[in-house]
T-cell receptor, first 114, second 115 residues
Framework: AQSVTQLGSHVSVSEGALVLLRCNYS??????LFWYVQYPNQGLQLLLK??????LVKGINGFEAEFKKSETSFHLTKPSAHMSDAAEYFC????????????FGTGTRLTIIP | NAGVTQTPKFRVLKTGQSMTLLCAQD?????MYWYRQDPGMGLRLIHY???????AKGEVPDGYNVSRLKKQNFLLGLESAAPSQTSVYFC??????????????FGPGTRLTVL
């Protein structure tokens, strides 16, 4: 069985500050991990994905995430927040074989303070 | 390419009415999914399909039915709408095969209100 926990349903950071959104997962087999972003009144857009190639994954809009197997974590970071980063972010996990479904976390709403 | 499209974008129903939500994708994806999104609960899988003519239940299937008569379309039906089905519904699709890592592509959503 697979599951995802996102710590913090709301995160606020100042413009220019570090963004850190936390995601922990559980999976009975090696996982694939994803971060999706949802802007207001829109669908989900893929930010980045971990597929067992490199543990540090770079995505769009300056975001990156690091897969840490020992901590079962896949936290999302961005060195300097921009006003346009305000959105809801979802972490998702899929088992690397035998499972065609994604399991999503409950989401983290990111607010950027001017 | 339009990607994944959903019809309609908004709908208001009265309790007991029925409706069908249409999802279409032009990426020749094998897999298609229906999710509902509710505040604080993330996305929950309603039903999904791994190919034309096949469907399977997800996490919250009760009160919904689906059909996949054509590879590019996935329909979600509500036979007798209830206020608990007020939600935003998202359709998604993905390629078949591990090499594609189960990455899903999402539609813009349908906002449904049941009075």
């Amino acid at each position: 069985a697979q599951s995802v926990t996102q710590l913090g349903s709301h995160v606020s950071v100042s413009e220019g500050a570090l963004v850190l959104l936390r995601c922990n997962y559980s999976s009975s087999v090696p996982p694939y991990l994803f971060w999706y972003v949802q802007y207001p009144n829109q669908g989900l857009q893929l930010l980045l994905k971990y597929t067992s190639a490199a543990t540090l994954v770079k995505g769009i809009n300056g975001f990156e995430a690091e897969f840490k197997k020992s901590e079962t974590s896949f936290h999302l970071t961005k060195p300097s927040a921009h006003m346009s980063d305000a959105a809801e972010y979802f972490c998702a996990v899929s088992e690397s074989f035998g499972n065609e479904k994604l399991t999503f976390g409950t989401g983290t709403r990111l607010t950027i303070i001017p | 390419n339009a990607g994944v499209t959903q019809t309609p974008k908004f709908r208001v129903l009265k309790t007991g009415q029925s409706m069908t939500l249409l999802c279409a994708q032009d990426m020749n994806h094998e897999y298609m999914y229906w999710y509902r999104q509710d505040p604080g609960m993330g996305l929950r899988l309603i039903h999904y399909s791994v190919g034309e003519g096949t469907t399977a239940k997800g996490e919250v299937p009760d009160g919904y039915n689906v059909s996949r008569l054509k590879k590019q379309n996935f329909l979600l039906g509500l036979e007798s709408a209830a206020p608990s089905q007020t939600s935003v519904y998202f359709c998604a699709s993905s390629y078949f095969g591990a090499v594609h890592y189960n990455e899903q592509f999402f539609g813009p959503g349908t906002r449904l209100t049941v009075l």
